[in-house]
C-alpha cells in the first residue's frame, strides 16, 4: 500500500466532476487500499478519489472508534433521502476548518464494493453527512462551497497563507 498525496483546497482540480468506474478490477481495489490507508493515516473519516487526484467515482469512509469498519463505495448514488439537519464538517483537503452544513438526515445509497458487487445501505447521523461529503467531492463539490462568499474568501486565504509556511 501506498499514501497518497492530499490536494488541498482552493486547488482547481477538487473541483473537477469524477467519472464513473467502468470496472472493478485490481487497479481500482489498489487504489482503494491505498486510499484507506491514506484516510486512516491522516487521520480522518472519509475521502474520495478526487481529493488524492484521481478523477474516478470512489469513496472510502470509516466512522468508527476502533477504524475497523472501512466503507468503500464505487460510484456511489443517493436513491433517496428524508428530511434535512445541519453539522459542524471538516475536510482532509481543508485542514483546520471547520462549518456547518446542511444535509439530508437520512439518505439510501446504492454503489459497488471492493469486489464490483451492487449493493445498497441506508445511512443517517454521521455516516451519512460523510458519505453525501464524499460524494459531493465526486461531483467537484467542496463544502466551503456551501458556505458564504465572504468565509470562502477568507478560508482561501488562510489556506493560501499555512500552504506557504509549510
Ligand atoms: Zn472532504
Redesign the pocket.
Known amino acids: 500500500m501506498a499514501l497518497l498525496d492530499i490536494l488541498i483546497y482552493p486547488d482547481s482540480r477538487l473541483h473537477n466532476k469524477a467519472k464513473p468506474v467502468a470496472q472493478v478490477d485490481s487497479r481500482i481495489q489498489k487504489l482503494i487500499d491505498d486510499m484507506s490507508e491514506t484516510m486512516y493515516t491522516a487521520p480522518g473519516i ?1 475521502l ?1 478519489a478526487p ?1 488524492v487526484n484521481v478523477p474516478e467515482r470512489i469513496i472510502v469512509v470509516d466512522i468508527s472508534d476502533k477504524k475497523d469498519s472501512l466503507l468503500a463505495m464505487v460510484n456511489p448514488e443517493i436513491i433517496s433521502s428524508e428530511g434535512e439537519d445541519e453539522h459542524e464538517e471538516g ?4 485542514p483546520g476548518v471547520y462549518a456547518p452544513v446542511k444535509r439530508y438526515k437520512k439518505i439510501r445509497v446504492q454503489a459497488l464494493d471492493k469486489d464490483g458487487n451492487s449493493f445498497e445501505l441506508d445511512a443517517e447521523g454521521l455516516l451519512g453527512v460523510c458519505i453525501q ?2 460524494i459531493d ?1 465526486l461531483d467537484g463539490k ?2 466551503v462551497d456551501y458556505l458564504s462568499h465572504l468565509k470562502q474568501d477568507r478560508i482561501k486565504k488562510k489556506m493560501q497563507k499555512s500552504m506557504r509556511h509549510s
Not at 91 to 94: A, H
Request: some cysteine.
Open positions: 472519509g474520495a481529493q475536510c482532509l483537503s481543508v461529503h464524499e467531492h467542496v463544502f
